[in-house]
Structures are given as structure tokens and as C-alpha cells.
Nanobody, 121 residues
């Protein structure tokens, strides 16, 4: 019932920038952490960045300094600003959220369908 929808992927030259967006919808009481992960062909899915409802952020080492994660908690959205993109950043980027559907409920993880980011050299 709860869904995440990503947007903003595309083709960009090395050194360029993209901004990814993700919006959560459905029956949601609250969201704790939201984040971005990516998966290249033949590779495992890896963390890009996460942000909590209180604004605490965590970045993978290869992304810190180039990428910036932010969110609008009231709107249940999260964005990823990607600068100085490299060919090795090419991957499908997935939005993730830890969602609670009721006041007394537990948090569980949901995923978006992903958006393709391709960086040419």
C-alpha cells in the first residue's frame, strides 16, 4: 500500500550533475530514515546516503563530498544532489524508507522501483 517513486535519472557526461527525487505515498504514520542505494550491472546493491527524520546523514566514502542528501519530512520526500559525476557512478539508484503505518506499529523497509543514472566518459 505504501509506495516510493523515484525520478530524475538520466544520461550525463562525466563531471556533470543530476538531482534525484523520491516521494513516499500511501497510508503512512511516520518515516524514520530515508535513503538512496545503487546497483550496477553484476554488482551488489550498495549504500549511497541515508538521512534520518532528525536530519542526521551518512554517506558512503566514495560519495561524500560530491553527493548531498536532503529531505522534506513533512512532505515525505528525499532528494539526492549528485555533482562531479564519474562513469563509475553509473547504476540504477533506488530510494529506500523505513515506514511506520500506525502509532503503535513497527518500522519496516520499503523500496522504490529505481531510476537509471548513466555517466558517459
Amino acid at each position: 500500500q505504501v509506495q516510493l517513486v523515484e525520478s530524475g535519472g538520466g544520461l550525463v557526461q562525466a563531471g556533470g550533475s543530476l538531482r534525484l527525487s523520491c516521494a513516499a505515498s500511501g497510508s503512512i504514520f511516520s518515516i524514520n530514515a530515508m535513503g538512496w542505494y545503487r546497483q550496477a550491472p553484476g554488482k551488489q546493491r550498495e549504500l549511497v546516503a541515508v538521512i534520518t527524520s532528525s536530519g542526521i546523514t551518512n554517506y558512503a566514502d566514495s560519495m561524500e563530498g560530491r553527493f548531498t542528501i536532503s529531505r522534506d519530512t513533512a512532505k515525505n520526500t528525499v532528494t539526492l544532489q549528485m555533482n562531479s559525476l564519474k562513469p563509475e557512478d553509473t547504476a540504477v539508484y533506488y530510494c529506500n524508507a523505513d515506514v511506520r503505518r500506525a502509532y503503535s506499529g513497527h518500522y519496516y523497509s520499503i523500496w522504490g522501483q529505481g531510476t537509471q543514472v548513466t555517466v558517459s566518459s
